[in-house]
């Protein structure tokens, strides 16, 4: 019986990120697979330590032989303590060094477009589209500009943030993430946006970003290491371009507002526990009618 496993849309440099790759692991460990056959070496992996490893260590001691098409490898040609030699190391070598170049052409390319004023998120702001002609530029989408609009509005007036989100969640208001997947934008939920509302979370997101003014802020997150954990960068390390799209909200609403969330932490401070994923290090998301916390990317779930 023939097994197939991918992992779509994963870095290839680390090994357990990637769903499809661990269940073919845990397979091998469970003696139902007894061969794997990659393309090449860099398909299974484009870390040349952990993919020797995998070679050298466990698939020997699992009995899985292993076969490498464009590369000419099968370790069953191979001796007993044979390991395939300098050729096998060096191209493992080359593929995880390629790796790591592009992840620095990537980021110094990224930094560029933001630079130069240029939108390069995956998924544009609420409020805004991609324009059609040019899609590192943002486009007002009047109906929800109108919710943004009423949003700072309402906190203008003296609402705080569990108001507004009924308000909104009262009026049958499409959230931001129910958008995305109407507009099938995020795949992850199949189209599904039954469940989605408004959040205090949703609704401090909007508070809090200066994108509304018109400006462009880019580069708020840095991941140190190919596959690592992304973290909050230090806000020198951010990228601030003014008028580089059509504002929402005036500057001078923006500022008195950041102005009352500051106060109210002041006057109410608060002890909060935190869960991050283990694997990206962004914050857990708590499920009240599940009892879980999940990931935002999706990728780890957590039971409480």
């Known amino acids: ?91 493992n070598i080359i593929y995880d060094y ?24 995956s998924y544009p702001l609420y409020g805004y589209r991609k324009s059609s002609s040019d899609k590192h530029k943002l486009v007002v989408v009047p109906e929800e500009a109108k919710i943004v609009r009423e949003v700072y509005d309402m906190k203008l007036s003296g609402m705080n943030n569990t108001d507004i989100a009924r308000n909104l969640n009262e009026r049958k208001i499409e959230p931001p993430a129910a958008r995305l997947v109407r507009q099938e934008m995020m795949s992850s939920f199949e189209g599904r946006t039954e469940g989605f509302i408004w959040t205090t979370g949703e609704i401090l997101h909007i508070l809090q970003n200066e994108e509304y003014t018109g400006t462009l802020v880019a580069q708020k997150h840095i991941c140190r290491e190919i596959g690592g954990r992304i973290e909050k960068a230090p806000k020198e390390h951010w990228v601030k371009v003014e008028g580089t799209h059509e504002a929402i909200v005036s500057k001078d609403e923006y500022a008195i507002v950041q102005k009352m969330i500051r106060t109210l932490v002041q006057m109410k401070p608060k002890r909060r526990i935190i869960y991050k ?13 599940t009892g879980s916390m999940r990931c935002t990317a999706g990728r780890v779930g957590l039971k409480e």
């Open 277 to 289: 994923c283990g694997l990206c290090g962004r914050t857990l998301e708590g499920r009240s009618r």
């Open 98 to 121: 390629y790796s790591r170049d592009l992840s620095k052409k990537a980021k110094l390319a990224k930094r560029q477009l933001a630079l130069s004023g240029k939108y390069s998120a």
């Open 1 to 91: 019986r023939v097994i197939e496993r991918c992992d779509d849309g994963f870095s290839g440099t680390h090994f357990d990120t990637r769903p499809g790759f661990m269940e073919m692991i845990e397979l091998a460990k469970h003696r139902k697979v007894n061969c794997i056959i990659v393309k090449d070496f860099s398909r299974f992996g484009r870390n040349y330590v952990e993919l020797g490893d995998y070679l050298e260590q466990l698939f020997p001691f699992l009995g899985v032989r292993f076969i490498s098409v464009n590369d000419g490898y099968d370790s069953a040609d191979l001796r007993d303590g044979e390991t395939g030699g300098l050729d096998v190391a060096f191209k």
